[in-house]
């Protein structure tokens, strides 16, 4: 063989050589000066603090903790005494701002109410008139649709009227349980016009559905955390004795202005009655169709010397805490954990009565903290006293019942769960010159966002914060942590503590600090998962179980200086959207992590070990990465926009191989278009694949960045 051709198959064979290699990478390297990885010091891992953050149970004194105790609020020798009722012990914070009753009536209280009441009750003159205020200003300023919600949610059984917080599945729920309401239905004036209008009210478990229905087991979850658990407010009611909004004035006094022996009350039927009410100066206005829904004077109550026909008997109508409110929140927490796809907009619903009764005139914004404080304790007991089991299987049941309708139309269930309901399909709550007493399927409470400032506002009301008793630790109450394990299920019950801590209210607002911990969890902000990395967090999610098992999202903006790591038995997605500050970085061992936000991933080193990393910053903004960028091995996804870059790197960018999926627009980009991936401080090495599916591109590498051209 002559030299010549011996040459030119040596050239043919480097140039072989070349094109494969750069079919492997998918790459062109421009910049002979770039650094290949090997050359390069490969950062280390991230460490973190080292440990996982533990949230200690608080130490408290007998009658609490109320997950042990809270049967005596069902006991008739024990409910009545403040220092044996841990449910009521959890409330005495009203104490400080109203202080009605002696301290011997609130350890010896009884269900006809107290004979008498302290001279000077109003503790905290501040409080008490912001709380009075907030009533005067919702009641004056309500809207029709407001007031008709609010008198539903008063005369419809609780069970069912919170039904709606399923939002585009609140019918097939419905149609699932056998749920019903069977209220009179009025007209929208007998609602927003008559005073003298007397409806009928229901509350019990058969307005939720029926145990043999297809979701029978999610309609036995109500029942437990409504009828089988110490869940009554009457032994609080009568222990603390406030008033009701309708019976103070504008500064929270009670100005009794003798009774109205002759109020005419007609029912549906067109049946009337004179009844007899006690007056006050007041500026609340009592939604008009709720008038005849006050308390009434009762003529064996008289007759036992209890009031008279000319005195108050508002002994025997305590407005703290609110009863319905409590009543609401247990039925949205036994729909929230059934379908934690709907968790948020369950809880903000179970809220919305809660601000109803407000509306209403009924009651306060005191009486209805007091009712959520009161109805998360209940729902934590009955999760933590053998409730669990019937929890897991209302859960069970209804992620295979609405999975199947999801599957059919080809949505994730959590798709299912949030889709858009056009408003010309939305039955509404005025047919006419009727009022819809039926729940419907609805967007009410799908602004995510939305609900989740609302749900933080309604846990003070705007009730002012004491800033000399602000910025104490976080306290989780033992047992809380049972709220959120449907909703988090791949957390352990100590990670779940550690979400609640994370993300509670500060501390310095009424009612909130003496109840130790219920009144400052906000469990809609924790469903968005941690509030800060006060120690490493570990996940490993199964995506074979589905629900958030498969994908869940972390919405919260968190700080802290711990590390997140994605174990390599994760198999699950995992979303960050927050505004992230963390620092201790990221170590991704397996399964996808996403960030939805430009600061998404902290401003610690992203180590990736396996496992896909998938960049989707929202607004088609850069990821940031304020540390080191290392990928040993995994998938490097990026869903491509034009911005000038699609990720910025604060140190050394780091790739020892690894596969780099580039996902473009359907129509995909024209020929030409050149990307910036990646920008760094240094960037080393090469992608050992590149996919970018139909789109055939060219990447190029400086030690710098690296870019993608269009071919």
Known sequence: MSDAIKLKKHHLYLAIVAATALALAGCSDDDHDHDDSSAATKPAKPTGLGSEQTV?????????PSVDNAENNADGSLRYTLGQNPIAYLLRGINEIWHGTSETWQNAANGNGPDDYLPDPILDPKIWKENIQYVVDVTQNRTDEQAILAFLDDQRSKNYSVIDGYGPLTEAYVEGSDAYVDIPVPTVDQVLVDANYQSSHNDNIAFAGNTSADLGAVVSLVDLFRQRSPASTSASKY???????????????????GTDRHYTCTDSEGTASTVTYDRYTSSVEVVPGLMCSRRAHDAEKEADGLYTAETENRRKDGGYPSGHTNAGYLAA??????????YSAMLTRGSQLGEDRIVAGMHSPVDVIGGRIHALSVASYALNNGGESEAEAASEQAQQYFGDMAGAEGM?????AHQSIDDSDETGLIDGNMINTA??????YDDHGANKKLYRQRLTYGLSQNKDEAGQDPVVPAGAEALLKSRQPYLSDEQRRAVLATTEID?????????????RLDLVTAADGYGAFDGDVSVTMDASEGGFNAHDWWRNDIDGKGMLTLTQDNSGRLTLTGDNSYSGGILLQGGTLEAAS???????DVYVENGTLRINPADDKALEIGGNLTMENGTLAMSM????????????VYIAGGTLKLDFADDGPTAGTKFTLINGATVSGTFGNVDAGDVNVELSYSDSGIAATVQ
Not at 56 to 64: G, N, W
Not at 239 to 257: A, C, K, V
Not at 439 to 444: G, T
């Open 412 to 416: 994730s269930l959590y798709e299912f």
């Open 598 to 604: 430009a600061s998404a991933f902290g401003t610690g």
């Open 239 to 257: 222990i603390f004795s406030t008033p009701r909004p309708w019976r103070m004035n504008d500064s929270g006094e009670i100005d009794f202005l």
């Open 333 to 342: 927490m036994a729909y929230a954990y059934a379908l934690p796809q709907r």
């Open 507 to 519: 501390s310095g607002y009424p009612i909130l600090d003496d109840s130790n911990g219920w009144g």
């Open 641 to 652: 926009d034009e911005d000038n870059s699609q990720i910025t790197v604060g140190q050394q």
């Open 56 to 64: 200690d149970i608080p130490q408290v004194d007998y009658p609490l």
């Open 439 to 444: 729940v419907y399927d609805n967007n009410d």
